[in-house]
């Protein structure tokens, strides 16, 4: 059972524009949100992560939306550009009490065309 | 600071033959972990290690797959028999304290593991 799913799994954006990739999860444990930006034959990296005691976060062009009673999360990236262009994870996991598991989403993958 | 190391990065091997993968974690960090990435998906847990204990492997295949981290550092992933299904990418990761109780995980680039 996927704990998180995402979408769209796959997305092109004209350089300048807005990058929208969004995700859902049904485990009210869950109380860390992170989202991973992974190029090609490279590992993951995290990209920014939100907490649910707040509802935005914002780090440069990069902006979480998170929605605590709809189990909702969004990712948006500003002024998109062509260096954005790779995959992106959105992920869950729960407050570390020993196993603090990171659960990913399927996966966006992003095209910035210039 | 030196990143998570993983080495080989490439592997091709006949089903039913044996693989080892090795993981060197960032200087300092308790916490190790092992990703499975197939294709097209999300990476998935394998296993979790704080220090040289196992927290968690209950997605481990432990029929064919075994982990070990002596003491404390490196870690190595083996698989015997290899099943076609094991094609995939082997992340490995690891963490340390950040933000209170909040764990940030920094990943190595990963053993494409290609069994024909």
Redesign the interface.
């Known amino acids: 059972q996927q704990q998180v799913k995402q979408s769209p799994q796959s997305l092109i954006v004209q350089k300048g524009g807005i990058s929208i990739i969004n995700c859902a999860y049904e485990n009210t444990a869950f109380d860390y949100f992170p989202w991973y930006q992974q190029f090609p034959g490279k590992g993951p990296a995290l990209l920014i992560a939100i907490r649910p005691d707040v509802s935005e976060k914002k780090e440069g062009r990069f902006t979480i939306s998170f929605n605590k009673s709809a189990k909702q999360f969004s990712l948006h990236i500003m002024d998109s550009q062509p260096g954005d262009s790779a995959t992106y994870f959105c992920a869950a996991s729960r407050r570390p009490t020993g196993a603090n598991n990171l659960f990913f989403g399927t996966g966006t993958r992003l095209t910035v065309i210039p | 600071e030196a990143g998570?190391a993983q080495s080989p990065r490439y592997k091709i091997i006949e089903k039913r033959q044996s693989v080892a993968f090795w993981c060197n974690p960032i200087s300092g960090h308790a916490?190790l972990?092992w990703y499975q990435q197939i294709l097209?998906?999300?990476?998935?847990?394998l296993i979790?290690f704080?220090n040289n204990g196992v927290?968690?492997d209950s997605q481990l295949p432990k029929d064919r797959f075994s982990a070990e981290r002596l003491k404390g550092v490196d870690s190595t992933l083996k698989i015997q028999p290899a099943k076609l299904e094991d094609s995939a990418v082997y992340?490995c990761?690891s963490s340390a304290l950040r933000d209170r109780?909040?764990?940030?995980?920094?990943?190595?680039?990963?053993t494409r593991l290609t069994v024909t």
């Not at chain 2, 097209?40 to 847990?45: A, H, S």
């Not at chain 2, 764990?103 to 990963?110: A, K, L, M, V």
């Open positions: 998570v916490t972990y097209g998906q999300g990476p998935k847990l979790q704080q927290v968690d992340l990761a109780n909040f764990y940030e995980q920094y990943f190595g680039p990963g």
